[in-house]
Nanobody, 122 residues
């Protein structure tokens, strides 16, 4: 299984940005894809997750509803729509995959993409 994240860039506070994660290879029948991020000098944190079967999603509480995760199963892509970006959203964003349907961001994810950088400036 391979994951490739792209769509990062430099934006200003209040802007929106959409990240994409392309999933390829022999994926399990049921799996969850999640977005994580790691800001400079901070630990990696989970952002959002979605399952490939029912499209159920889960979000970190700290996002206050600004982000939305979605999936296009025909293309095997997972998106992260980020709205009203703030300086604190600056980070390297990673997508990751695990088998099953448990949406938790705290359990181990097996496969990881290489990350895409999001920089928010004022």
């Amino acid at each position: 299984v391979q994951l490739q994240a792209f769509g990062g860039g430099s934006v200003q506070t209040g802007d929106s940005l959409r990240l994409s994660c392309e999933v390829s290879g022999a994926t399990p029948d049921w799996y969850v894809v999640a977005w994580f991020r790691q800001a400079p000098g901070k630990e990696r944190e989970g952002v959002a997750s979605i399952d490939n079967d029912y499209g159920l999603d889960y979000y970190a509480e700290s996002l206050n509803g600004r982000f939305r995760i979605s999936t296009d199963n025909t293309k095997k892509q997972v998106y992260l729509q980020m709205n009203n970006l703030s300086l604190e959203d600056t980070a390297v964003y990673y997508c990751a995959l695990k088998s099953g349907a448990y949406l938790s961001l705290r359990t181990p994810y097996t496969y990881w993409g290489q990350g895409t950088v999001v920089t928010v400036s004022s």
